[in-house]
């Protein structure tokens, strides 16, 4: 539970900063801040049918989990001083040695890990005119980088990172990240990339904005992210969205250019990506269309436990085995417009082949469904219950059922 060594420097160097400012200059500080504990139940249960090399059947753990961020405003003045801060903890409710490894907590196949596990970190942060820098504990949402929180904790980074927005329309960003904590794990580790056994850094560096115009409609965006001595990669995105008489039309392009880097740890990586993402609504529905294209000799490198910004980054595939093609079709209901507002569905379907198994050609499909609902009002306000199904037919994954059952309650604190 105890933060790093940064993160207790920063949380205290902040602090006694703030401590010595004059009750104006602290106002902005407090009354700016705000803070959030999400209490997070979640059982999941992976059914691997056919039973693999490693002996294991499936995977079915429970657990409990309590997320607590906290962000304080800026001080006044033409400098102003901050701090974040998350502290997270998980309790194991359900799991033996032959059911581990749901990477809901710190365990493995044949070992079912501590009771609890908790993990904590905080950043300091300065902001110049539109301008801010974070130092310490991260948890980047950008299309370059994108910190995971898909199981029972959600994944931070150590580095810093700086976001200028001095230019209406224009957001920049830049960074390093130097150590992850990983969604089941309470260690500070090297970062490593995914669909590689081997390629793992201490520095990932980032950089790259979005621009938004006609009248915010379109945004376009360019990146480059470089795991040093892995791969480096650059990112072309453009998003658009637009009404057409009771239509809400959009397309989501990117384009990833990825190759390998410095002392080439991970080995030779050679992959061209393409993703697109068309979606059409109307009232409660919403229709998305999908095609992702992963082109080259090597899979498509991203951060581990990250999520990747490509239209086929689904709840169990990926579909970015080298030269694999997917194509996507998803159905969204807001059920609002039928009186049950907080309740929300979809179902999608992704079908991937052209790669190899083998000397042979693969294919593979993953089908999900998703129900999620919101108490709006009333005592147990902001209560959120999630079933998340997913099937998985794989040539080189093989068989797969999963369930996921979420229960969330998130309770403001300031």
């Known amino acids: 539970m105890s933060p790093t060594p940064l993160a207790r420097a920063v949380a205290f160097a902040t602090l006694g900063t703030c401590l010595t400012l004059p009750g104006l200059a602290q106002a902005d500080f407090i009354q700016d801040s705000k803070a959030t504990l999400e209490l997070r139940n979640f059982y999941m249960n992976r059914d691997f049918r056919e039973r693999p090399a490693s002996g294991q059947s499936k995977a079915e753990e429970w657990a409990q989990g309590a997320i607590l961020k906290a962000e304080s405003g800026f001080t006044e003045g033409t400098v102003g001083f901050g701090l974040d801060a998350y502290a997270g903890v998980g309790l194991k409710l359900s799991s033996d040695d032959d059911r581990a490894n749901t990477g809901l907590l710190p365990n493995s196949f044949g070992d079912e890990g501590p009771g609890s596990y908790g993990e904590a970190t905080a950043a300091v942060k300065v902001k110049l005119s539109n301008t801010v820098l974070k130092v310490g504990g991260l948890m980047p949402k950008l299309a370059i980088v994108s910190s995971g929180d898909s199981r029972l904790l959600p994944q931070f980074f150590e580095g810093a990172m700086i976001t200028s927005q001095e230019i209406a329309g224009l957001t920049l960003n830049a960074g390093q990240l130097r150590q992850t904590n990983f969604r089941n794990s309470t260690d500070r580790e090297d970062i490593r990339t995914s669909n590689y056994a081997v390629g793992i850094s201490d520095r990932y560096n980032f950089g790259g904005g979005t621009y938004q115009f006609n009248g915010g409609n379109t945004t376009a965006g360019l990146w480059y992210g470089e795991l040093q001595d892995v791969y480096d990669q650059k990112m072309y995105n453009l998003i ?25 740890l991970a080995g030779k990586i050679d992959n061209n990506l393409t993703s697109l993402m068309l979606s059409a609504g109307i009232g409660a529905h919403t229709f998305r269309l999908g095609y992702q294209d992963s082109s080259g000799d090597n899979p498509f ?6 999520d990747p910004a490509i239209a086929n980054y689904l709840q169990i595939l990926d579909f970015t085995r080298a030269d694999e093609k997917s194509w996507q079709a998803r159905y969204d209901l807001n059920f609002a417009s039928y009186g049950v507002p907080g309740l929300n569905a979809f179902v999608r379907y992704v079908r991937g082949d052209d790669f190899k198994v083998g000397t042979e050609n693969g294919k ?12 709006q009002e009333g005592t147990f306000k902001n209560l959120a219950l999630r079933w998340r199904n997913a099937m998985v037919r794989s040539d080189a994954l093989g068989e797969l059922d999963e369930n996921r059952l979420i229960v969330s309650y998130s309770i403001p604190l300031l």
């Open 240 to 264: 658009h969205s637009q009404a057409v008489g009771d239509w809400k039309l959009g397309a989501n392009l990117a384009y990833f250019d990825s190759s390998e880097n410095g002392r080439k």
């Open 364 to 375: 593979e499909w993953e089908r999900d469904l998703d129900i999620s609902y919101t108490i």
């Open 301 to 306: 490198p991203f951060l581990a436990e990250t």
